[in-house]
């Protein structure tokens, strides 16, 4: 029996969990949200899924990139032999690099786009691709085309000496963008805005947090005095987290990842349209019944959006009570501990 658990990002959860419930097999797990850390996965909490069969990965929900994110595949490999990993990769096609690595290191189940297809003829090659790789396997027919790769040619300059010099460009950082808005006002958005940027620091990335509320200069002076702080010129610090009051439209390229904590969403309507482009959108409430005719208002709000109701619990009892609740008229909840982004259960 096949007992898949998946970890994507929001954007692609739907296709994904509509691929694994049409199987008909054990019920899949998930693990929805942008952000993931494999590292803190494999470290905290593969412990809680050894018993699951298959893992679908969606590459663009972790923060690990390129050949990190490939061996820590290979460690995750080793702890847990029986699994089969499945790695969708809706961003890669045909002739990237990066796909021809994974295979390379034995990763053969890679779910890719199709060069030369249409979207909806793209997404259904894809589909049949996933089925594929958790029934029998992705065949080799059909991982071989991963094996073309199209690398860019060195582009040289000329010295002054006259002999050609191979010049490599820094790649650009690969950027996440969040937004995290609240339902009410003191429900834990700016702790669960902090803890997303300390997850992203403690893994090596580079993280901001754009406060954008009424009240912004103000917790920026709080942050600084109570977390020991360090005053830069226009932004403080706070454990290696670069914080800003109030928008910044430069100087953001540096970060792998910036969150926006855009506070309580009836009072700052006017973010909304601004978060269109955002990586992930989260609405934070409160844990108790009463919150939840808050967060049925911030929908009112939100519903022009694709976003995620996160719940400062671990309850999942709790969480099944907010979920029967929520999915009348509102996005699915998960629930976090705001201080441990790591840790979630759905």
Not at 16 to 36: D, F, N, Q
Not at 64 to 79: M, N, Q, T
């Amino acid at each position: 029996m096949i007992k898949p658990l998946l970890i994507a990002k929001n954007e692609n959860a739907g296709i994904l969990k509509k691929a694994l419930v049409e199987l008909e097999h054990h019920t899949p797990r998930y693990l929805i949200g942008s952000c993931w850390s494999l590292k803190s996965f494999i470290n905290s909490d593969l412990k809680s899924y050894m018993a699951q069969t298959h893992f679908v990965f969606d590459d663009s929900a972790f923060i690990e990139r390129g050949d990190e994110f490939i061996e820590l595949l290979s460690e995750l490999r080793e702890k847990h032999e029986k699994v089969t990993l499945i790695i969708y990769c809706n961003k890669f096609k045909t002739g990237d690099l990066f796909l021809r690595r994974l295979v390379e290191a034995g990763f053969t189940n890679v779910i890719a786009g199709y060069k030369d297809s249409t979207e909806i003829k793209n997404c259904e090659l894809m589909l049949a691709d996933l089925r594929e790789a958790l029934t029998d396997g992705l065949s080799e027919q059909k991982y071989e085309r991963f094996f073309i790769s199209e690398e860019p040619e060195d582009e040289t300059v000329d010295t002054e000496d006259g002999n050609a010099e191979v010049e490599n460009p820094e790649n650009p950082i690969e950027q996440k963008t969040i937004a995290v808005f609240g339902s009410q006002r003191r429900v834990g958005t700016t702790t669960f805005a902090m803890s997303l940027c300390s997850n992203a620091v403690k893994n090596g990335g580079k993280a901001v947090l754009v406060l954008t509320g009424e009240d912004a200069e103000s917790e920026q002076e709080y942050l600084c005095k109570h977390f020991n702080g360090a005053n830069n010129d226009g932004f403080i610090t706070v454990n290696d987290i670069d914080v800003f009051a109030n928008e910044v439209a430069t100087g953001m390229d540096d970060y792998s990842l910036v969150v926006f904590d855009c506070g309580w969403v009836q009072e700052n309507t006017d973010k909304i349209e601004k978060m269109q482009e955002v990586d992930g959108l989260y609405l934070c409430c409160g844990i108790g019944w009463k919150d939840l005719k808050h967060v049925s208002s911030a929908h009112l709000c939100l519903q022009s959006m694709t976003y995620t109701v996160v719940v400062n619990t671990e309850d999942e009892t709790l969480l099944g009570k907010y979920n029967e609740e929520l999915c009348k008229n509102c996005n699915e909840a998960i629930g976090v501990r705001f201080d441990d982004v790591n840790r979630i259960v759905r």
